[in-house]
């Protein structure tokens, strides 16, 4: 299979970046393989992205467990599924998934114990239960030929799925996370979940506290209110906590794909968060050992979620391996 060369994704990601530098607004910038190919022609505008529209719906696994999605149409085209990192949902993608619906039957899902979907009453929130769910999903809406992305634990699952499940996977997208996980990393993540766990006065204050004191963008801020819209809860007392089962942090325990990711038939592309060091190059070298069809690539300015901090690098990033 072609694949692209290091130099190209990066020249890729420099004819993205002069995006940034225009006056655009996201909802323009749409980056297709080809233009990303050549330098940018000054003052020039990008393709304005159409109006669009999503539904939230659900399925029901075997086991009677509801799994919500947030579908963006197009069912006619091939299946672009996104999952999501721990404590977020499927609305975590609001911003780049309307970029990707014109070209893509996009599917945003939530992952058990998160959001809308049902909680495991037996805490069953390894990598490989997430991917029991995502395997429902696919089977039930009869997809084929799927392209898989999937950020922090949602990038474990898709990991997962694709070893599992390698003739249903046409490629594979995964964000800022690799095959293994420290132990030093769960503990970091678990400090701070229990930390959330008595919750906020008010929605208010919940915005507040993660707004910080950084200054943001009208559309930033807008970002934050919908997270706080969909994925945060009101209890009977009146206290706001986020929309997660706290028992997650079951499935944060040292994690270890190495399995999953040597059954891969598909191509994959992982995408590294220059600020991040959650994918050590120590990994990153194993992984282009591993498989003769993969890219590692990392975005400029962007941490552990690519498609939020640098999402016009991550589309045209995104957009050109799909196309190759």
Do not use: C
């Not at 299979?1 to 993205?16: E, F, H, P």
């Not at 699952?157 to 997208?173: N, S």
């Amino acid at each position: 299979m072609k694949t692209r060369t290091l130099v190209s994704w990066l020249s890729l990601a420099a004819v993205a970046i002069a995006w940034i530098a225009s006056p655009a607004p996201l909802s323009h910038v749409a980056v297709s393989a080809q233009a990303a190919q050549a330098p940018a022609p000054a003052g020039a505008v990008a393709p304005v992205a159409p109006t669009a529209t999503f539904q939230d719906k659900f399925i029901t696994t075997r086991e009677g467990r509801k799994i919500h999605y947030v579908d963006w149409g197009n069912a006619g085209k091939r299946p672009f599924i996104m999952l999501h990192g721990i404590n977020r949902t499927g609305h975590s993608f609001d911003k780049v998934a309307p970029l990707l619906q014109n070209d893509y039957h996009v599917i945003a899902m939530t992952l058990r114990g998160h959001g809308d979907s049902d909680w495991s009453p037996t805490h069953e929130y390894l990598a490989e239960h997430h991917a029991a769910d995502l395997h429902s999903l696919i089977e039930q809406l009869n997809l084929r030929d799927v392209v898989l992305n999937g950020n922090s634990m949602g990038g474990r699952v898709v990991q997962v799925y694709a070893g599992q499940h390698p003739e249903r996977v046409w490629k594979l997208i995964v964000d800022d996370v690799g095959p293994e996980r420290p132990e030093s990393v769960t503990k970091t993540l678990t400090s701070r979940m229990g930390q959330e766990t008595a919750g906020w006065a008010s929605e208010e204050e919940l915005l507040k506290s993660i707004r910080g004191n950084r200054t943001r963008t009208p559309e930033q801020d807008q970002e934050l209110l919908d997270r706080v819209r969909y994925e945060s809860k009101k209890l009977p007392d009146g206290r706001v906590v986020w929309k997660y089962d706290p028992n997650i942090t079951a499935g944060l325990g040292p994690v270890e794909l190495w399995q999953y990711v040597k059954q891969y038939k598909a191509q994959a592309l992982y995408i590294i968060g220059a600020n991040s060091n959650l994918v050590p190059k120590e990994t990153q070298v194993r992984l282009k050992a591993t498989l003769p069809n993969i890219e590692v690539l990392t975005i400029p300015n962007a941490g552990h979620t690519p498609h939020q901090d640098n999402p016009q690098v991550w589309l045209a990033v995104v957009k050109a391996f799909l196309a190759g």
